[in-house]
């Protein structure tokens, strides 16, 4: 079992930034990646960012440039930094991380992101 929990969401204007952050404990070996989903209202989940083990990074073509995934192993902490935010990424923000197989996957309870124009 892996515990994840998010902090950093708010309320910002088009064009500010956040960090979000998540810190995991428990059976952490289990993890081979972690990555950032994202889910409006009325919305598909949808992937944002991921990150494996080794640090090889993957982002959504929508942002591209503007988020960037990192990984503190010594803070067992993952962050999103996110700049230039712009209204359509009003969402709410879940970290996840994957293990080898589904039942190994685990999620956070999610963290609200409000831009506002």
């Known amino acids: 079992q892996v515990h994840l929990v998010e902090s950093g969401g708010g309320a910002v204007q088009a064009g500010g930034s956040l960090r979000l952050s998540c810190t995991y404990e428990g059976n952490i070996f289990l993890i081979k990646a972690m990555a950032w989903y994202r889910q409006a209202p009325g919305e598909q989940h949808d992937l944002v960012a991921g990150i494996l083990n080794s640090g090889k990074t993957n982002y959504a073509d929508s942002v591209k440039g503007r988020f960037t995934i990192s990984r503190d192993n010594a803070k067992n902490t993952l962050y999103l930094q996110m700049n230039n935010l712009e209204p359509e990424d009003t969402a709410v923000y879940y970290c996840?991380?994957?293990?080898?197989?589904?039942?190994?996957?685990?999620w956070g309870q999610g963290t609200q992101v409000t831009v506002s124009s």
């Open positions: 996840a991380a994957h293990g080898a197989r589904p039942e190994y996957d685990y």
